[in-house]
T-cell receptor, first 115, second 112 residues
Framework: GAVVSQHPSRVICKSGTSVKIECRSL??????MFWYRQFPKQSLMLMAT?????????EQGVEKDKFLINHASLTLSTLTVTSAHPEDSSFYIC???????????FGSGTRLTVV | GEDVEQSLFLSVREGDSSVINCTYT??????LYWYKQEPGAGLQLLTY?????DMKQDQRLTVLLNKKDKHLSLRIADTQTGDSAIYFC????????????FGQGTELSVKP
């Protein structure tokens, strides 16, 4: 149980276009999901906390108009990278918590390459 | 602010034990986690420990927590080549709204 599915696993897009990444909790409901970004050989940087039915909470320095988060249901959160640029190329990972004492389950990540 | 520190590299021989260390600064941490990340993949939860515990064992994995020194370790017994990966420790606390603070990750290399 407690599986988080992330899609797509890899995406290549042209500069200026937008890309949507989906994160689904498959067998549990997640009122809160988290979006992270990871650069090569580096740790995970929290970008935002996605709350079902309300606005996302963004970390300092993360542009909310560039990284649009929608958490329309208890099992789905989406991250849209708008007007992507090469510097947005990165590994994006989502996570959700099944229960307070269970830990956080992570999706398999999305490798975004902007050309 | 909150900070989690790990050494960056560890190399061991197959069959030996590996010990990966982590220190953290937030004394209000409630849970501490160990995650494993293989190349190009997401994070796999290995184990976690509640802050009122000092040890947790799960098959080949042993977690030790020294709350006084804010030190966490992960011991992997009989390390195998398949254990080669990056290991992240992370902490969460009620006053952080449930978000995780990660260390830099320790790259474990297991040599045959």
């Amino acid at each position: 149980g407690a599986v988080v599915s992330q899609h797509p696993s890899r995406v290549i897009c042209k500069s200026g276009t937008s890309v949507k990444i989906e994160c689904r909790s498959l067998d549990f409901q997640a009122t809160t999901m988290f979006w992270y970004r990871q650069f090569p050989k580096q740790s995970l940087m929290l970008m935002a906390t996605s709350n079902e039915g309300s606005k996302a909470t963004y970390e300092q320095g993360v542009e909310k108009d560039k990284f649009l988060i929608n958490h329309a249901s208890l099992t789905l959160s989406t991250l849209t990278v708008t007007s992507a640029h090469p510097e947005d190329s990165s590994f994006y990972i989502c996570s959700a918590s099944f229960a307070a004492d269970y830990g956080y389950t992570f999706g398999s990540g999305t490798r975004l390459t902007v050309v | 602010g909150e900070d989690v520190e790990q050494s960056l590299f560890l190399s061991v021989r197959e069959g030996d034990s590996s010990v990966i260390n982590c220190t953290y600064t937030d004394s209000s941490s409630t849970y501490l986690y160990w995650y494993k990340q293989e190349p190009g993949a997401g994070l796999q939860l290995l184990t976690y420990i509640f802050s009122n515990m000092d040890m947790k064992q799960d098959q080949r994995l042993t977690v030790l927590l020294n709350k006084k020194d804010k030190h966490l370790s992960l011991r992997i017994a009989d390390t195998q080549t398949g254990d080669s990966a990056i290991y992240f420790c992370a902490e969460s606390a009620y006053n952080q709204g449930g978000k995780l603070i990660f260390g830099q990750g320790t790259e474990l290399s297991v040599k045959p």
